[in-house]
């Protein structure tokens, strides 16, 4: 099992992964002719697909609001198996994981999510109660208001690659401790139960199918030492992309009408500002 030390590029599936102070992931974990590399501050960051590209068209053509029906089917229960993974850990080390309600050390700061989360969060808000709603609303139309101080040409629906790779990183490094919109005044997530991919692979190092490990990212595992020293837990990562890719494809064909989206990227409350107006699905 080869494990990558803190400071050291590790290579899985051909690409390179970061592992720096918060273990960064600074390149897909998919070989191939992958995007420049990327820093994502205290998140495990991206895991594209070198296949399936973004069309970078940045303005409003293409967006389906109003009457559409945002879906997410099969991602849902996809992502549940992150928190089957995180629970099983949970369980064999009780006490041990920090990770609790109201610990927002990895909340902080935008970072990028994929087309099949931007859908999920936008359902996830849209059920919202309608004070909870209004709070998470007024937070995200916020910091997109940093973003657009910081990016003035950057617009709906806010796709990374309009601005590209290295214009995104000194965004998030600029806003770096800006909270996330999803979390309430007392730092509990209103949107946990439909919260992202890189939300739920927080808090454990992560070995994948080849033996390689994917270091913990938590930002504050060094004050809890015991946790700090536990050992990457097994999980099926290139199993999981199977599916997840087919989840991106099914939700850029429900926000944009266009299956072969599936490698837009944008921020949480980029999301939440961009599909606020598009109706939920009945179910997951």
């Not at 995180?86 to 610990?103: E, T």
């Not at 990895?106 to 990028?112: V, W, Y």
């Not at 997530?189 to 994948?208: D, K």
Request: proline share 8%.
């Amino acid at each position: 099992m080869d494990r990558a030390a803190p400071g050291a590029p590790s290579q899985l599936g051909g690409a390179s992964v970061w592992i720096g102070d918060f273990g960064l992931f600074r390149k897909p974990l998919r070989a191939g002719p992958d995007r420049p590399s990327v820093a994502r501050c205290r998140h495990a960051g991206r895991r594209g697909r070198p296949d399936r590209r973004v069309d970078p068209g940045h303005g409003r053509r293409g967006l389906h609001h109003g009457s559409h029906r945002v879906t997410t089917p099969r991602y849902l229960p996809l992502l549940n198996q992150l928190d089957r993974w995180q629970a099983g850990a949970a369980a064999r080390h009780p006490g041990v994981i920090p990770c609790r309600s109201g610990c927002t050390a990895c909340c902080l700061g935008p970072f990028d999510i994929s087309v099949a989360d931007a859908a999920l969060v936008a359902l996830a808000v849209s059920r919202l109660d309608s004070t909870v709603r209004a709070g998470v609303l007024a937070r995200a139309e916020a910091q997109v208001a940093l973003m657009n101080r910081l990016e003035p040409s950057w617009g709906r629906p806010y796709d990374v690659a309009a601005i590209g790779e290295a214009r995104f990183d000194q965004l998030t490094d600029a806003l770096a401790t800006e909270p996330c919109p999803a979390l309430d005044d007392q730092g509990a997530c209103t949107i946990y139960e439909h919260r992202p991919f890189v939300c739920r692979v927080m808090g454990l190092g992560m070995v994948i199918e080849s033996g390689d490990v994917i270091e913990n990212g938590c930002p504050i595992q060094d004050q809890f030492p015991t946790y700090a020293a536990l050992p990457a837990e097994p999980f099926r990562l290139e199993a999981f992309e199977t599916g997840e890719d087919e989840a991106k494809g099914a939700a850029a064909g429900s926000l944009f009408g266009d299956e072969s989206r599936g490698n837009y990227e944008t921020t949480i409350a980029a999301a939440i500002t961009t599909w606020r107006d598009s109706a939920p699905a009945d179910s997951l």
